[in-house]
């Protein structure tokens, strides 16, 4: 589990296509402490597991599911990756739960610069479209995020600079792809709502 609170951004370090299995190394120096193999590590929001870890050089697999509804199959070596080691007990929870179960990829429509912060506008995919509520919350790339207007095209993100200071997100342009994740508890809602027949 995960709470979209991103440590920090970390570069992609070398990536091998297999015949199936596409691994990914990140450098996560001074965020590896205690790391074992086998354990979940969020890479912007995508939950992956640890394969090898050697000098803060930290190895993922991606099968082909991860690959096509992600992210994942797009990283180069020299990207810089969102990382969020996995929630512990007695951790502080300062966004929303999450597994890091993407559902789909989305594109950035527009992004205008505001003062110090960013706000964009991320397209609505079909099968997220109906949990996308304003002032609801979101994880892209990993990031815990509140909705801001939802749009017939897209909704809107405000963006502060503190968000932009830690993650990946300033880095990207129209026309990027972003990682969407809805947490559970707002999908059981909606479908409940939505399977006793009452409009949103």
């Given amino acids: 589990m995960f709470t979209g609170?991103?440590?920090a951004a970390c570069d992609v370090v070398a990536t091998e296509e297999g015949e199936e299995i596409r691994s990914i190394v990140v450098?996560?120096?001074g965020y590896d402490e205690g790391l074992e193999i086998g354990a979940s590590v969020a890479i912007d929001g995508v939950c992956m597991t640890v394969v090898?870890?050697?000098g803060g050089q930290v190895r993922f697999e991606a099968?082909?599911?991860?690959l096509e509804r992600t992210t994942m199959g797009l990283l180069k070596e020299g990207r810089r990756v969102n990382v969020e080691r996995s929630l512990?007990?007695?951790?502080?929870?300062?966004?929303?739960?999450?597994?890091g179960h993407v559902m789909s990829t989305a594109r950035i429509l527009q992004r205008t610069e505001r003062g110090e912060g960013i706000d964009l506008l991320i397209e609505n995919q079909s099968d997220t479209?109906?949990?996308i509520l304003e002032k609801g919350y979101v994880a892209v790339d990993g990031m815990?995020?509140?909705v801001g207007?939802?749009?017939?095209d897209g909704f809107n993100l405000h963006i502060i600079p503190e968000t932009l200071r830690i993650t990946t997100i300033g880095e990207k342009s129209v026309g990027d792809l972003v990682n969407i994740e809805i947490d559970s508890r707002t999908q059981a809602v909606v479908d409940t709502i939505r399977s006793m027949g009452v409009d949103q």
């Fill in 5 to 7: 609170i991103v440590a």
């Fill in 27 to 29: 450098d996560l120096t």
């Fill in 52 to 54: 090898s870890s050697e």
């Fill in 63 to 66: 099968i082909p599911e991860t």
């Fill in 88 to 99: 512990r007990m007695g951790d502080e929870l300062g966004g929303h739960i999450l597994s």
């Fill in 129 to 131: 479209e109906p949990y």
């Fill in 144 to 146: 815990s995020l509140t």
């Fill in 149 to 152: 207007q939802v749009e017939e």
